[in-house]
């Protein structure tokens, strides 16, 4: 009895997936590694910045990134970003979001344009399209991902999401027919990718002198989406570290207590 | 079986309240000479795990709704506005996600060990069920609980399992249709639904703490059972609770939220599924829809069925079923140790539950590659359900006759030449 | 039916002293995040301050602003009212306080020590005896007696310092920290 049911858990274990090139499945992400991961994981800093110039640059002519506000740009005493105040309102300022009616309660300035003013930091990153149907109709019908949670909102996390960008253009091989309009991106289920390849060798100029190969930017933009979709992550870990050792030393000490009041038990 | 209460108020006030309202008396008799079987193991500290763990589930729930809002056009992000904005907001939210994960680890260990032991035989068949309705509480608050985040999965998983109501209209036509429509407030799962779900969700965990208070007090009534299932035979088999069982309890309550916490500050998302990070789109539908992993095997056994109706009703007896368990089991004997036969067929049983949660975790038309064929893993779970019900309808009533078990000890206090199992 | 008798302990063992005092420290540490989630977000905090564009103001006009919640009421004073406002004597106060955020907290409710730029008072619009909003006085519809503010609520009336000169309000009108970042913008908070 135990032996067959030891056999049926192995016949389970040992079951794996077909490995001819099966066109209908996507590869597994690529293994990269970045430095928050594991238990001490924290986001590099440098590589945040650059990542956001790749993102502001890039990838906002398409994708919004609604979640996140500019003053959640500011790091230092208890902020998770990686700018100073003064950087993270200089950014804001950049950027233009609709204006609150004026007096006549107009949203509309003579020319029928939507009344603007400049963003400060309680505002959050405006989005490139007024709405969905807008987005799609700049976008042949598909509609770009908000990104504010795309790492946590996939199955492989920061590996896919690199994954899909840097592999979106990747030579079509022998026998795989791209449909019309897309693109061919094996990491992407079912191959075919609307989203053109979104990165090339100094698509931007690192501020820092960073050379901008392509693996260099996704990597940055990776490591800023998973900071974008996580902000807390470095408290956490931090938090974390303290709270293990607490526990440790608590159980240390209930184990101690225990033994110690049933030393006379019977 | 605790005999009189010994409580003596030590201070004036003390005797003024005790004659009022017996509140020291109560925690005094209950907690602190309460007598348990000195035998007690590692098993039988879950009960003390489940109220720690429902204890932080209203806590941390109570303060996520200060924040929560339950319209379908702002859940999603008044709870990214907890991750992001509120002060510990995430490590609250994170509590209470996993904090519900545990809660379902340490109920289905706490219910093996009730399997393992006899613990739901006379005379404490009562304890049992009350056990099986805090657990059908549990899966209903969990269900609830998990619609509130309004992503892709609490949408579509809200969806599919209202939808099983209109599996009755084939017993009375309409009837399924009209519970489901009354369930939604609508003619889908919307902000109606949304909103009743928050309601329930809130409500049903001050109920779970009431069943429990009578589940405890049915339990001091004959008293623990122990890991030899035999009855205990006097004061020379017992030890206080406190402080024998209060320092044991807080050791392995202590032990468990330090994996629970590894959990909520390491990998807060190992029991989550990606999709719930996706807003809810009532026009898309996720490829693959899955419900939390404690309500997987349901689901296994539910899709083993290519019938609607039946796979409903499939699923609702497996847990039906489990309210006639002390009526199911003819044997004498109370512990698995001292049965055999039943030990085989009892962690068969642990392993089939397992794989039917793997079998639910994949997706509908999966299988396993055993090298000349692809055995589709429906058939594996409807072998794994048909064991399942075997396993309380026919195993459990003919062991009792056939299987020889094996010499019960006296008592627990005999020193026994081969303890340990 | 005679018990098993516990061991008493006959002096307070030193390793459960330990084990009780790290609980209730931890206890304590875990109370911390329960109670500090109701203080303010961040989301609230980034709208801590704010910057108002005055350019638009004309003289002896108010502009309401929002600031943290509350009604901000920023107002161009015309060269007579200062002049008045810069007569009054401190006796004739019923709060001889100035309020101001920006000056110590003892310092007198002179006309000066209301604002930054005479032309510019800057006060809560928040009635100082239960919180009502007050109504701004202007030469077409004058509120009140001293050209300031009346509150309909219970009848305080504020000059044109938001200084209170008739109860029931105990208190001047509040001016919050604020400075000029630019002649036509001021920050708040």
């Given at each position: 009895m135990k032996a067959l049911t030891l056999a049926f858990a192995a016949l389970i274990a040992t079951s794996v997936a077909a490995s001819a090139e099966d066109f209908s499945q996507p590869l597994p992400p690529k293994d990269v590694h970045w430095s928050f991961e594991g238990p001490f994981g924290t986001y590099d800093r440098a590589a945040l910045q650059r990542g956001f110039q790749v993102y502001k640059e890039v990838c906002s002519a398409c994708h919004s990134l609604n979640r996140v506000a500019f003053h959640d740009l500011i790091g230092g005493e208890g902020g998770d970003g990686f700018f100073t105040e003064p950087q993270a309102k200089a950014i804001a300022a950049g950027y233009k979001v609709p204006a609150d009616p004026d007096e006549k309660g107009d949203t509309t300035d003579d020319k029928g344009q939507p009344l603007m003013r400049a963003a400060i930091l309680a505002d959050h990153f405006p989005a490139p399209f007024a709405n969905e149907n807008a987005a799609r109709a700049s976008n042949g019908g598909a509609l770009p991902p908000d990104l504010s949670l795309i790492v946590k909102a996939r199955e492989g996390g920061p590996q896919y999401v690199y994954s899909i960008v840097t592999g979106d253009g990747s030579p079509v091989p022998h026998g795989f027919k791209v449909i019309d309009g897309k693109y061919y991106d094996p990491y992407f289920a079912g191959r075919n990718i609307s989203m053109p390849p979104p990165l090339r060798k100094d698509s931007v100029t690192f501020s820092d002198g960073t050379p901008a190969t392509v693996d260099q930017e996704a990597h940055d933009v990776v490591t800023f989406l998973s900071w974008a979709s996580e902000p807390k992550l470095e408290e956490r870990h931090r938090l974390g570290f303290g709270v293990m050792l607490f526990m440790l030393l608590l159980s240390g000490l209930l184990f101690l207590s225990y033994r110690k009041v049933w030393s006379d038990a019977h | 079986m605790s005999g009189p209460s010994t409580?003596?108020?030590?201070?004036?006030?003390?005797?003024?309240?005790?004659?009022?309202?017996?509140l020291m008396r109560?925690?005094?008799?209950?907690?602190?000479?309460?007598p348990t079987p000195k035998n007690l193991n590692f098993w039988y500290a879950f009960g003390a795990i489940l109220t720690f763990m429902l204890g932080i589930q209203i806590l941390t729930g109570i303060v996520l709704a200060m924040h929560y809002v339950a319209n379908a056009g702002l859940a999603f992000d008044s709870v990214e506005g907890i991750m992001r904005n509120i002060n510990y907001g995430w490590l609250i939210r994170y509590m209470h996600a996993n904090g519900a994960s545990f809660f379902f680890i340490a109920v289905y260990i706490h219910m093996f060990r009730g399997l393992y032991y006899g613990s739901y035989k006379s005379p404490r068949e009562v304890i049992w069920i009350l056990g099986v309705i805090l657990y059908l509480l549990m899966v209903a608050t969990a269900f609830f609980g998990y619609v509130l985040p309004w992503g892709q999965m609490s949408f579509w998983g809200a969806t599919v399992i209202t939808n099983f109501f209109s599996a009755l209209d084939q017993i009375v036509p309409h009837l399924g249709s009209a519970i489901a429509t009354w369930l939604w407030g609508g003619f889908a799962v919307g902000d109606a639904t949304l909103n009743r779900f928050f309601s329930l969700h809130f409500l049903l965990p001050f109920v779970i703490a009431g069943v429990v208070a009578l589940h405890i007090w049915a339990l001091h009534v004959p008293g623990n059972n122990n890991p030899l299932g035999i009855d205990t035979k006097g004061p020379q088999d017992m030890l206080p609770f406190h402080p024998y069982y209060t320092v044991k309890d807080s050791f392995y309550v202590a032990l468990f939220a330090l994996v629970y916490l590894a959990f909520v500050f390491y990998a807060p998302n190992f029991f989550g599924n990606p999709d719930n990070y996706t807003p809810a789109n009532p026009v898309v539908t996720p490829p693959d829809i899955v419900p939390e992993w404690y309500l997987l095997p349901y689901y296994a056994m539910l899709r083993s069925v290519p019938q609607k109706l039946i796979g409903v009703l499939v699923m609702a007896g497996s847990l039906l079923t489990l309210v006639f368990i002390p009526w199911l089991d003819t044997s004498k004997v109370r512990s698995t140790r001292f049965r055999p036969m039943m030990k085989q067929f009892f962690w068969l049983f642990v392993i089939d539950c397992a794989i039917l949660g793997?079998?639910?975790?994949?997706?509908?038309?999966?299988?396993?590659?055993?090298?000349?064929?692809?055995?589709?893993?429906?058939?594996?779970?409807?072998?794994?359900?048909?064991?399942?019900?075997?396993?309380?309808?026919?195993?459990?009533?003919?062991l009792g006759i056939i299987e020889k078990p094996k010499p019960l000890p006296a008592n627990i206090s005999q020193p026994v030449l081969s303890p340990a199992e | 039916m005679a018990e098993t008798t516990a061991p008493e302990p006959t002096r307070r063992d030193f390793l459960y002293i330990a084990t009780g005092g790290v609980a209730a420290v931890g206890a304590a540490l875990t109370a911390w995040p329960f109670i500090d989630q109701m203080n303010p977000s961040s989301a609230v905090l980034a709208l801590s301050s704010i910057e108002a564009d005055i350019s638009s103001i004309q003289v002896g006009?108010?502009?309401?602003?929002?600031?943290?919640?509350?009604?901000?009421?920023?107002?161009?004073?015309?060269p007579q009212e200062i002049a008045t406002s810069k007569a009054v004597p401190l006796s004739d106060l019923i709060d001889p306080i100035?309020?101001?955020?920006?000056?110590?907290d003892n310092a007198p409710a002179t006309d000066a020590n209301r604002e930054i730029k005479p032309e510019w008072i800057v006060v809560v619009g928040v009635c100082t005896h239960l919180g009502c909003t007050p109504t701004v006085s202007t030469p077409q519809v004058p509120q009140g007696e001293y050209g300031g503010w009346l509150c309909h609520c219970h009848g305080s009336q504020y000059d044109v310092a938001g200084r209170v000169r008739h109860g029931p309000a105990p208190q001047n009108l509040a001016v919050p920290p604020y400075s000029f970042v630019s002649p036509t913008k001021i920050k708040v908070g």
């Open positions: - | 409580y003596v108020p030590k201070s004036g006030f003390g005797r003024w309240m005790d004659s009022r309202l017996p109560f925690a005094h008799d209950t907690i602190i000479t309460y793997y079998c639910g975790s994949q997706s509908a038309d999966a299988t396993l590659n055993l090298g000349s064929f692809e055995l589709p893993l429906v058939w594996v779970a409807r072998i794994c359900t048909l064991y399942y019900f075997g396993f309380f309808w026919v195993v459990m009533p003919l | 006009q108010q502009v309401v602003f929002n600031w943290r919640g509350h009604p901000l009421f920023v107002r161009r004073r015309s100035a309020r101001n955020a920006n000056l110590p």
